[in-house]
């Protein structure tokens, strides 16, 4: 019986991601990352492992939080990186956040009002 329950949790396609929604950025990488994980069982999703994967995919996110809709949504809640300064070096325009990571670089227009 615990070898049936734990093949339904964690192999049967009854938990199988279908829909997965970033809440916090309409990024176009971010969001390609999220299709990524479409069709993976929602339970052996791992927190560091996304965290790290959206923000390989988008350095501007500075933390995730996965909430998990039973039995076929997931929602990233995403908190982006909020600029500090700009750095000008070799034309090259550099956004540094709080803690001094650099998480954006060029010319982008999200900056420009900061």
Request: hydrophobic share 40%.
């Amino acid at each position: 019986m615990v070898i049936g329950l734990g093949w339904f949790l964690f192999r049967s396609p009854y938990f199988q991601i279908e829909t997965v929604k970033i809440i916090g950025t309409d990024a176009q990488a971010a969001a390609g990352f999220a299709q990524d994980l479409e069709g993976k069982n929602i339970f052996l999703l791992n927190q560091t492992t996304i965290e790290t994967g959206l923000i390989k995919a988008f350095p501007p996110i500075s933390s995730v939080t996965i909430i998990r809709g039973l039995p076929h949504s997931i929602h990233l809640q995403v908190t982006l990186r909020k600029p500090k300064l700009k750095w000008l070096t070799n034309s090259t325009q550099s956004i540094i956040d709080e803690a001094g990571y650099v998480f954006d670089q060029g010319d982008s227009s999200d900056y420009q009002s900061f």
